[in-house]
């Protein structure tokens, strides 16, 4: 059976969101979930990847899909553009890698929140060169609310379209950033079946 290591968003646990929902319909359609508890407190994404890293080791990346959602689909990104898993899932994948960063639709404000360590790290991912080695089969989700919401948000889930080979995009009308939304949910389990 296939198994999917989910990592939640930023400062989240199960606890955080209905995630119990996301994973009950994942192991619906059939898959193994394991949800990765990250310690997300002074902490940065080369940590956060550090840990997803112990814990897919375990694991066949050929049995195995990485799926994340805000920061966490930041982290399953970055991990897949070192060793590629079955499938790669992006649930509304944050728009902080250097070229957001360097973006003119980067607010001060959203760097200042998530802190100097955190986007001096964020700083040293080039979206472009990590999104070229990404060889699986890639499934993108994002709200529409998010798109319309954050330019940003936009130009990172079109460049990820644009760039990572075999991607599929899905956006879900009237959802924001949230994957716990059952219209979240709804279109991840039609694109799965």
């Excluded at 979930?33 to 066949?60: C, G, H, M, P, S």
């Amino acid at each position: 059976m296939t198994t999917v290591l989910f990592v939640p968003g930023f400062r989240e646990d199960k606890k955080s969101r209905n995630y119990t929902a996301m994973i009950d319909a994942i192991e619906k359609a059939g898959y193994n979930v394991v949800f990765a508890d990250i310690k997300w407190k002074r902490t940065t994404i080369k940590d956060w990847t550090a840990q997803l890293d112990l814990i897919y080791k375990e694991y066949n990346p050929n049995d195995t899909i990485l799926a994340g959602f805000s920061f966490g689909a930041m982290t399953v990104f970055t991990v897949a553009a070192k060793q590629n898993p079955s499938e790669l899932w992006l649930f509304s994948l944050s728009p902080y890698f250097k070229e957001d960063i360097e973006s003119d639709d980067m607010q001060d404000v959203w760097l200042k929140n998530i802190g100097k360590n955190r986007t001096t790290a964020f700083s040293e991912l080039h979206f472009s060169k990590m999104a070229k080695s990404i060889r699986c089969k890639t499934l993108i989700f994002v709200g529409q609310m998010e798109l319309d919401m954050w330019p940003d948000m936009k130009n990172r889930t079109n460049e990820a379209k644009r760039i990572i080979e075999n991607s599929h995009l899905s956006i879900i009308a009237d959802t924001g950033h949230d994957v716990a939304d059952s219209k979240y949910i709804d279109a991840l389990v039609n694109v799965l079946s």
